[in-house]
């Protein structure tokens, strides 16, 4: 569990703004200011999260073809586990030794890793020159504290999922646009039908269109404030048990997430709040390929009180680590690797979100999933820019847990999620 910035952590940072130690290589650290891309040279090693067998081989074509075009700069090509990745970075750019050149990385990452200084600012460098053409929802995952710290690189959101043919024997002919509408559905299809409205996510990921449909947020950090039991958050929760206890199937809580999809893939179940990168898995069921091909419906998830659908941004952004003694070679690779033509090339081998508007080109609109998800990133709005942002999910998902399973109040668990808050944000007044 992240608890900000330790003292020896702290130290490790000021070690290398003062000495830039590290990187993929050996040698003086090159500044990384402008200078012909032609004549720059160096190794540039690389820290790819993407699937080994899946979705690799299209990141090691890009990569050819980036060495061909730059043949002064070879790749040191590594993939590594995503649900490693953090760990082992951190660790290499605490100690100065072993950190990549260049890494992708979870977008919630971002201020915790620049907030220690281990990726580099890029405003203004070859890897960040123009901004113009990023959707908003992904460009804004790389700020923090006035600064971008990364480049986007791919993205998603969580929308509405729905099965069309099941909608249509209800006589529902439009995907519901508020959690109300939502619960009045999921009654109709259940009477007319049989068939259950939805399978609830109790992971705590999942709550965020619940709290941003009322203008609530796990924290404000404007105001030094943990925010996650407030009037909103409560009210935003209360609607969420709603639907569990009305609309949903009951959560084996062992083996939640795997059930949800086995129930929405084989049409036990009609929507689902989800991403994109569930898509492949729903087409395999029985609902969605073979004659019922073309039955998966997406939407933006539906809106809270204020009337506005909001869903958290997600995805990667590549950083480069600051203590890099081949910046320049980084900043071009980043660029490169970020181009609207690469993005367009990994979409279409892929089916992942470009970050970039140009990318969405006629080829990478074939693809349903992306043509369904692309109105819905309109939606979608990063998480709140804090260093400890990923580990406060873990406190929130354990209350909220307990109150879907009727053991906790809304209130309760939420005042008990402030609570483990202000452990970790010491400084934050809890109310």
């Not at 070859?126 to 995952?141: H, Q």
Request: charged share 20%; proline share 6%.
């Amino acid at each position: 569990m992240r608890r900000g910035i330790s003292v020896v952590a702290m130290a490790a940072a000021i070690v290398l703004g003062a000495t830039a130690c590290g990187g993929g290589s050996g040698g003086t650290q090159d500044s990384g200011k402008a200078k012909d891309p032609a004549q720059v040279s160096g190794t540039v090693t690389y820290w790819d999260t993407s699937d080994a067998k899946v979705e690799a081989p299209a990141y090691k074509a890009l990569i050819a073809a980036f060495e061909a075009k730059y043949p002064k700069i070879k790749v040191n090509y590594q993939n590594v586990d995503f649900t490693t990745v953090e760990t082992k970075f951190k660790t290499a750019a605490q100690s100065g030794k072993g950190a990549p050149d260049v890494i992708r990385t979870d977008v919630g990452l971002i201020p915790e890793y620049a907030s220690l200084h281990y990726i580099a600012p890029l405003d203004g460098t070859a890897a960040l020159t123009d901004t113009s053409d990023f959707v908003a929802g992904p460009l804004n995952t790389t700020k923090y504290d006035g600064k971008s710290y990364a480049v986007p690189s791919v993205t998603d959101t969580l929308g509405l999922l729905y099965n069309k043919k099941i909608f249509a024997q209800a006589g529902i002919t439009a995907a519901p646009t508020s959690w109300d509408e939502m619960v009045a559905d999921a009654a109709k299809i259940k009477a007319k039908t049989g068939v259950t409205g939805t399978y609830m996510n109790p992971d705590s990921y999942f709550l965020l269109p619940f709290l941003f449909g009322e203008g609530a947020d796990l924290a404000d950090p404007a105001a030094k404030k943990v925010t996650v039991n407030s009037p909103e958050a409560v009210k935003a929760v209360t609607e969420a048990k709603k639907i569990y206890d009305t609309s949903s199937l009951k959560i084996d809580f062992a083996n939640a997430y795997d059930n949800m999809q086995t129930s929405f893939k084989t049409g036990k179940v009609a929507m689902l709040i989800q991403g994109p990168w569930s898509v492949g898995d729903d087409l395999t069921g029985s609902a969605f390929k073979g004659a019922n091909s073309g039955n998966l419906g997406y939407a933006p998830v539906p809106a809270g009180s204020t009337g506005k659908p909001l869903a958290p941004t997600g995805g990667q952004d590549l950083a480069v680590y600051q203590g890099s003694k081949n910046l320049s070679a980084a900043y071009l690779f980043t660029q490169f690797m970020t181009s609207t033509a690469s993005q367009e090339q990994i979409a279409v081998k892929n089916g992942t979100l470009p970050t970039r508007t140009s990318a969405y080109s006629a080829a990478v609109l074939k693809s349903p999933q992306i043509a369904g998800f692309k109105p819905i990133l309109d939606t979608a709005r990063p998480r709140v820019a804090l260093p400890q942002v990923g580990s406060l999910f873990t406190p929130l998902q354990q209350d909220y847990i307990k109150i879907l399973q009727g053991k906790a109040t809304v209130q309760g668990g939420l005042d008990d999620a402030a609570k483990q808050f202000g452990k970790l944000l010491p400084d934050y007044a809890v109310q």
